[in-house]
C-alpha cells in the first residue's frame, strides 16, 4: 500500500485566485505562458518544500480591483491507495507516520489535509507561514474560508514526503559550487570511516609525492618555499598538495567529466546545455536514492513528489 496526493487547492497565489485540482500519479500540466503551470508546482513548493524562503509580496494575488491578497492558501489531501485504487485505510507504516493527522469521511475513507497559510508579518516584516491539518475536507465552495484550530499546528514539515522541485534549465556545472544544490546534498553526504580515511589520505599522499618529484617547476618551488623555515628556527618544513591532502577537502574540488571513453572526456563547462542540464536531472535521481535507502534502512516511509517546470517552444 501506498499514498497518493489527490487534491490541490491554491487561493491568493500569484496568478491564482481560487483554483481546485484533481491529481492523478503522474500529471501533465499544459498551458499557453502565464497560465500558471508554474504558479501550481510553487504552491505545492510552499506546501511541502522549501519555497517559503523565497516569498515575496509579489506572491500574493492582485485581484480585479487592484487591491493585493493578504493571505495565501494552499490545502492538499492525500489518501491511502493499492493497486492504483483507493483504499479505505493508511498502511500501519504509514498511520504510524501520519498520527492524529489522520481524519475519516462519513464513508470510513481515511485521508489527511494539511493546509497551508502565509500572511505579511506586519511586526517583523517578512511573511508568517503556517501549517495545520484539518479535520475536515472543506466543501469546494468557499473553501478557503473553513477555520483552522490552532491545537492542529504542525511544527515540523512531513520529511518523508518531500516536495522536489525541477527546472529543466539545470546546470550541473554550476550546481557543483552550490551546497544546497541536488549534488551538493550528495556530496555533503559523503562519508567514509576512519580506516578507509587512513588508506586513502595515504594513498593520495603518495600521489602528491610523485606529482612533485616528476614536476620541475612544482620542485623549484618546494625548494624555494622550504625556506620558510628560517622564520621558524629552522623547523618549518613546505607541503605541497597539488591533490587535497585530506579527505574532507577533495569534496571542494569535485568535478564530472563526461566523454566517449576515460581518456577522450571533458569537463561539464565544456559540454552543451542539453548535456549539462541532463547530468543534473541524473543528480536528482541519485538524491532521492540515496534519501530512499536512508528511510528504508530507518525502516519508515517515504513518498516523494516531484514536480518538473519546463518550457515548451511551440512554432
Known amino acids: 500500500m501506498s499514498i497518493q496526493l489527490d487534491i490541490v487547492r491554491i487561493c491568493g497565489f500569484r ?8 491529481l492523478p500519479k503522474i500529471t501533465v500540466l499544459l498551458g499557453q505562458n502565464n497560465s500558471g503551470k508554474t504558479s501550481v508546482i510553487k504552491a505545492l513548493q510552499l506546501a511541502l518544500g ?4 523565497y516569498l ?24 491511502p491507495i493499492h493497486n492504483s485504487v483507493r483504499a479505505n485505510n493508511f498502511s500501519e507504516e504509514w498511520q504510524q507516520e501520519f498520527g492524529d493527522k489522520i481524519q475519516s469521511e462519513a ?9 497551508t497559510t502565509v500572511k505579511p508579518d506586519k511586526i517583523k516584516g517578512g511573511y508568517i507561514v503556517e501549517r495545520f491539518h484539518l479535520e475536515a475536507w472543506p466543501e469546494k465552495e468557499a473553501w478557503q474560508d473553513a477555520k483552522t484550530n490552532s491545537k492542529n499546528r504542525i511544527v515540523k514539515r512531513l520529511v518523508s514526503i518531500p516536495f522536489i522541485s525541477i527546472d529543466a534549465q539545470r546546470d550541473i556545472h554550476n550546481e557543483l559550487k552550490d ?11 559523503v562519508e567514509y570511516n576512519e580506516e578507509d580515511v587512513t588508506e586513502l ?10 606529482a612533485i618529484d616528476k614536476s620541475e617547476p612544482l620542485k623549484q618551488l618546494k625548494i624555494h618555499l622550504d625556506n620558510l623555515n628560517q622564520s621558524f628556527e629552522g623547523s618549518g618544513q613546505t607541503e605541497l598538495t597539488p591533490f587535497p591532502k585530506k579527505i574532507r577537502d577533495l569534496v571542494k574540488r569535485f ?9 577522450n572526456s571533458f569537463s561539464m563547462e565544456y559540454h552543451g546545455m542539453g548535456t549539462r542540464s541532463w547530468a543534473s536531472m541524473l543528480t536528482v535521481k541519485a538524491f532521492i536514492e540515496l534519501l530512499s535507502k536512508k528511510h528504508a534502512d530507518e525502516v519508515e516511509p517515504f513518498f516523494p513528489i516531484l514536480g518538473w517546470c519546463t518550457i515548451l517552444s511551440v512554432n
Open 15 to 22: 496568478g491564482i485566485a481560487n483554483l481546485e485540482i484533481t
Open 50 to 53: 522549501d519555497y517559503s524562503r
Open 56 to 79: 515575496s509580496d509579489e506572491d500574493f494575488h492582485i485581484a480585479n480591483d487592484d487591491k493585493r491578497q493578504n493571505t495565501i492558501t494552499v490545502d492538499i489531501r492525500f489518501i
Open 107 to 115: 464513508n470510513g475513507n481515511q485521508f489527511v489535509a494539511i493546509r
Open 179 to 189: 551546497k544546497s544544490s541536488f549534488i551538493g546534498r550528495v556530496l555533503s553526504s
Open 201 to 210: 589520505e595515504k594513498m593520495v599522499a603518495e600521489i602528491n609525492k610523485e
Open 255 to 263: 568535478s564530472v567529466h563526461f566523454g566517449e571513453t576515460e581518456k
